[in-house]
T-cell receptor, first 112, second 111 residues
C-alpha cells in the first residue's frame, strides 16, 4: 500500500544521545516535512524539503537537522537529545509545496 | 507569525447529533484544509477548499471557505462513534511555502 512509513514507532532515549528518525514515502512526492505534535500546541513544522537536494527551516528547527539525498527518504536527526524534545514526530509529504500533505503514523519519542 | 484559532477546543456530543466547528485566521487565505486525527495515528486529509464561498462535502462532512477568506467551517451530520478524534484546519503560511495548522478541535461522541 502506497504511503509514508516512519520508524521507529516509539523510542525511549537518554538525554545527550544522538537519534535519527526515519521517513520513507513511495508516492514520488517532491515535498516532505517533519512536524512535532505537543499537547495544546498542535502541529509545528521543524524542517521541510521542497525537492530532493534542498531543505529549509520551519517554525522550530533548533536541535534538529535533516537531509534529502533522494526523493523517497527524509531522515530527521537529533544530534544531542534533550528532554524538551519529548514529543510525537510526524513526517508528511505532498506532490509539491502548497499541495495537501499526507502524514505518516508518527514516532513517539521520550527523552529521559 | 501567522496564527490559526479553532473553536471549540473540545466538544462532547450525543451520537446522532450534528457538529459544527470553525477555524479563523489572522490573515487572508487562498486555501483551507481540514484534517482528522484518530488516536495513535497521523492526520488524514478530509476536505480541501480553494475558493472563497466554496462549499464541499465528503460523505457526512461539509466544509465551507468563508467569504472573508479569514475563516472556514466544518460540519458533521448525524455523528457516529468513529467520528471521535481531533480535527485540524490548515492554511498556507505567509510565504506560501508551507501550511500552518490550528490547535485542533477534540470531538468526543457519547453513545
Amino acid at each position: 500500500i502506497a504511503g509514508i512509513t516512519q520508524a521507529p514507532t516509539s523510542q525511549i532515549l537518554a538525554a545527550g544521545r544522538r537519534m535519527t528518525l526515519r521517513c520513507t514515502q513511495d508516492m514520488r512526492h517532491n515535498a516532505m516535512y517533519w512536524y512535532r505534535q505537543d499537547l495544546g500546541l498542535g502541529l509545528r513544522l521543524i524542517h521541510y524539503s521542497n525537492t530532493a537536494g534542498t531543505t529549509g527551516k520551519g517554525e522550530v528547527p533548533d536541535g534538529y537537522s535533516v537531509s534529502r539525498a533522494n526523493t523517497d527518504d527524509f531522515p530527521l536527526t537529533l544530534a544531542s537529545a534533550v528532554p524538551s524534545q519529548t514529543s510525537v514526530y510526524f513526517c508528511a509529504s505532498a506532490r509539491s509545496r502548497n499541495q495537501p500533505q499526507h502524514f505518516g503514523d508518527g514516532t513517539r519519542l521520550s527523552i529521559l | 507569525g501567522q496564527q490559526l484559532n479553532q473553536s471549540p477546543q473540545s466538544m462532547f456530543i450525543q451520537e446522532g447529533e450534528d457538529v459544527s466547528m470553525n477555524c479563523t485566521s489572522s490573515s487572508i487565505f487562498n486555501t483551507w484544509l481540514w484534517y482528522k486525527q484518530d488516536p495513535g495515528e497521523g492526520p488524514v486529509l478530509l476536505i480541501a477548499l480553494y475558493k472563497a464561498g466554496e462549499l464541499t462535502s465528503n460523505g457526512r462532512l461539509t466544509a465551507q471557505f468563508g467569504i472573508t477568506r479569514k475563516d472556514s467551517f466544518l460540519n458533521i451530520s448525524a455523528s457516529i462513534p468513529s467520528d471521535v478524534g481531533i480535527y485540524f484546519c490548515a492554511g498556507p503560511d505567509n510565504y506560501g511555502q508551507n501550511f500552518v495548522f490550528g490547535p485542533g478541535t477534540r470531538l468526543s461522541v457519547l453513545p
